[in-house]
């Protein structure tokens, strides 16, 4: 049910060999925490290679902190190569992104539909900001990620659940309120399933749509985690032709084996079905 957003390291010409043979939704290629800066040409080179798709988004090094400002050949050379996807890290003020437009509309191919854009949350100013920013529609963002390890660097927090609770809270309910996708944060258990597991059903749970990943056994992982109980997919099923009527306009609340469901369980219901023809147990 969680799209996968999959980092690759745009200095690992393997990893990009590979893109095609891995089943992640969309695939990020990474120029900044993962590349260092003396292999950025090198790394560009390989992307040259590639042809970019619609679901393939680079991140790059677009605030690069001892100037602050924006870096224009990298932007340059990604478009010049093909990419309109961009993934905005470091974000922290409307500037950044007033910055990164003025940068933009300069070049013939820009768009506001045809660039896409993440913002991720990363420092708690971005998160202040977070709101404005996407109401001013500055730039064509589809999606908040949060980057929880560099957030809790800045902050001094230790990285566990509970103290990521009021973030995520906050990055999802942002999402929501404006249309946008929600992607959950990065989890480092490459050795460790059942923690990896845990932490993407916690964010499903609360309601990301997306997680990134590091590396592609995660993608099955996701796919097989049990995001719905037997017992709710046995009562989805049992109530879904009934509460269809309510979709119809038939009737206004429907009642079965004690429970209420009125109009607002509808859309839930068809998730529960639609998971289990994909993923689940017939």
Same mark, same amino acid.
């Given at each position: 049910m969680?799209k996968t957003?999959?980092?690759?390291p745009a200095?690992?010409?393997?990893f990009?060999? %590979?893109i095609p043979?891995i089943?992640?939704? !969309?695939?990020?290629?990474?120029? $900044?925490?993962s590349?260092?800066?003396?292999e950025?040409?090198? +790394?560009?080179?390989n992307?040259?290679?590639?042809?970019?798709?619609?679901n393939?988004?680079?991140?790059l090094n677009?605030? &690069? $902190?001892?100037?602050g400002y924006?870096?224009?050949?990298l =932007?340059?050379?990604?478009?010049?190569?093909?990419f309109? /996807?961009?993934i =905005?890290?470091?974000?922290?003020?409307?500037a950044?992104?007033?910055?990164?437009?003025?940068i933009l509309?300069?070049?013939?191919?820009?768009?506001?539909?045809?660039?896409?854009f993440?913002?991720?949350?990363?420092?708690?100013l971005?998160?202040?900001?977070?709101?404005e920013?996407?109401?001013r529609?500055?730039?064509?963002?589809?999606?908040?990620?949060?980057?929880?390890?560099?957030?809790? /660097?800045?902050?001094?927090? %230790?990285h566990? #659940? /509970?103290n990521?609770a009021?973030?995520?809270? #906050?990055i999802?309910?942002? *999402?929501? *309120?404006?249309?946008?996708?929600a992607?959950?944060?990065?989890?480092?258990?490459?050795?460790?399933d059942?923690?990896?597991?845990?932490?993407?059903?916690d964010?499903? +749970?609360?309601g990301f749509?997306? %997680?990134?990943?590091?590396?592609?056994?995660?993608i $099955?992982?996701?796919k097989?985690i049990?995001?719905y109980?037997t017992? $709710?997919?046995a009562?989805?099923?049992?109530? !879904?032709?009934?509460i #269809?009527?309510?979709?119809?306009?038939k009737?206004?609340?429907?009642?079965?084996?004690?429970?209420?469901?009125e109009? &607002?369980h509808?859309?839930?219901?068809?998730?529960?079905i639609?998971w289990?023809?994909? !993923?689940? +147990?017939?």
């Open positions: 969680l957003y999959l980092f690759v200095n690992n010409q393997r990009i060999r %590979k043979l089943p992640a939704d !969309y695939i990020i290629f990474d120029l $900044e925490d590349v260092i800066k003396d950025v040409a090198s +790394s560009f080179q992307l040259k290679t590639i042809v970019p798709e619609s393939h988004y680079i991140r677009i605030f &690069p $902190e001892e100037t924006v870096d224009l050949a =932007i340059s050379e990604s478009i010049g190569i093909g309109r /996807n961009f =905005i890290p470091k974000y922290r003020c409307i950044q992104i007033e910055a990164l437009q003025s509309i300069k070049h013939k191919h820009y768009t506001f539909d045809s660039f896409r993440i913002l991720l949350i990363e420092h708690p971005g998160l202040y900001n977070l709101h920013t996407i109401q529609k500055i730039l064509n963002i589809e999606a908040i990620g949060f980057g929880s390890h560099d957030y809790c /660097n800045v902050t001094g927090m %230790k566990i #659940l /509970n990521l009021y973030v995520r809270q #906050l999802v309910n942002s *999402a929501k *309120a404006f249309g946008l996708s992607i959950d944060f990065v989890s480092l258990h490459l050795d460790n059942q923690i990896f597991c845990e932490e993407a059903y964010g499903f +749970s609360l749509t997306g %997680k990134f990943i590091i590396h592609p056994k995660q $099955e992982l996701i097989g049990q995001y109980s017992l $709710e997919v009562e989805a099923k049992s109530i !879904y032709k009934k #269809l009527e309510i979709q119809k306009g009737v206004a609340v429907v009642r079965l084996n004690g429970k209420i469901y109009k &607002p509808i859309n839930k219901i068809i998730d529960i639609k289990s023809q994909d !993923y689940g +147990s017939e």
